[in-house]
């Protein structure tokens, strides 16, 4: 049976950036209309916020795929081997700790309050063994119900599936796990911040 590779995006933090991006282009081509030569000074804070924006809620997601989990977060890219993960967690994010140290996944923080407030049992039905702490319980973003412990779960399960059939018997490859930073979104970060600061002072 072939693997299916899975890819996860949230919802809201797309429609956070989009909503975010159109106001900032609605307010940037306001300023230019209403007054060419400020535009000059004051347009460079409102295209920093979207960009942040663009970088912060729309740029995170997972990828699952079959011999690895790829991380994309605001500005690093992680590629962690099946064989490199030594357990996954759920306290504050989706987080993989790594036999080269640990990997949150941005695009799955943990529910807030409100949100596991209504958890039952049965949302815990099918959460693996693996997912219980030194004491034995399991957190309510564990639970199955919602997208961090859904999450945390199907890597769990192909975890679990290729430990147990010997796949990690060779060991873990130090070369094969990847960090790629993203430096255009850090240098036109930095050059619009400076390009506001400027703007602003002079």
Known sequence: MSFQEVFYRPVFGRILAVVTIVVCALGAVGLVWS????ALRYIWPIILVAVV???LFWRPSLR???HGITVENVLRTHFVPWPSIVSIDTRFSLTLHTAGGRVSVWAAPSPGRHRTLGLAPKDFDGVSGSARGEAGGLRPADAMSVPTG???QLIRGR???LRDAGAFASGVDPEAATVTWHWATIVVVAALAAATTIGLLV
């Open 35 to 38: 007054d060419p030569a400020a």
């Open 53 to 55: 924006a663009w970088a």
């Open 64 to 66: 699952v795929q079959e």
């Open 150 to 152: 859904n999450l945390a």
């Open 159 to 161: 975890w679990e599936r």
